[in-house]
């Protein structure tokens, strides 16, 4: 069965600093793809980032990159310049064609 | 921008009672999706549908059944309420099934007593 493992339930980051989130998978599969979403406090759960599993690329957004191994099947998001708006739950996810697998999230907390 | 909107934030029902929770999205997607979040279990699903009146049992399916009349609409219904449904549910869409990205709605606490 395919898993999704977010072994730090929460964290906490100074504003400013870098914070990276782990997470990994398992799967059997070639082609897939993974995400990280956000779901800030009484908030919509949003996409942060994707990556193609292809892609051998690491994926880019703004101040959100993931460092993609998968050979290790690691896909952990690195925050840099850490902003109180930050402050959210974040759900790595795999994509399982027809349905999404999620981890059980990790609770991250920006300081001032 | 999709626009994925649930009926209610907060909802609080008797056990036993019989509760409609609706979600709607305005992207004309094809996949429409429901997902139960609990603390520490993440999110798991419950029901998907792929187009009007098709569904599929998702991972934890039993005490709920859902209904799919139109494409824009999606709705889970719990036949007869139990305390151990008291959750955050969440609806989704998204326009291809295997690749695209899921769009969620902001979620309904149901709290049943």
């Known amino acids: 069965a395919q898993t999704v493992t977010q072994s730090q339930p929460e964290m906490s980051v100074q504003e400013a600093e870098t914070v990276t989130l782990s997470c990994t998978y398992d799967?059997?599969?070639?082609?897939?793809?993974l995400f990280w979403y956000k779901q800030p406090p009484s908030r919509q759960m949003i996409l942060v980032i994707r990556?193609?599993?292809?892609?051998?690329q690491n994926a880019t957004e703004n101040r959100f990159s993931v460092n993609f191994q998968k050979a290790a099947k690691s896909f952990s998001l690195k925050i840099s310049d850490s902003q109180l708006g930050d402050t959210a739950m974040y759900f790595c996810a795999f994509m399982n064609p027809g349905k999404l697998i999620f981890g059980t999230g990790t609770l991250l907390a920006v300081q001032p | 921008d999709v626009k994925v909107t649930q009926s209610s934030r907060y909802l609080v029902k008797r056990t036993g009672e019989k509760v409609f929770l609706e979600c709607v999205q305005d992207?004309?997607?094809?996949?429409m999706f429901w997902y139960r979040q609990d603390p520490g279990l993440g999110l798991r699903l419950i029901y998907f549908s792929y187009d009007v009146k098709m569904k599929e049992k998702g991972d934890i399916p039993e005490g709920y059944s859902v209904s799919r009349e139109k494409k824009e609409r999606f709705s889970l219904i719990l036949e007869s309420a139990s305390t151990n449904q008291t959750s955050m549910y969440l609806c989704?869409?998204?326009?291809?099934?295997?690749?695209?990205?899921?769009?969620f709605g902001p979620g309904t606490r149901l709290t049943v007593l």
């Open positions: 799967t059997s599969e070639n082609n897939y793809y």
């Open positions: 992207m004309d997607h094809e996949n």
């Open positions: 989704a869409s998204t326009l291809l099934l295997s690749t695209d990205t899921q769009y």
């Open positions: 990556q193609e599993a292809y892609k051998q």
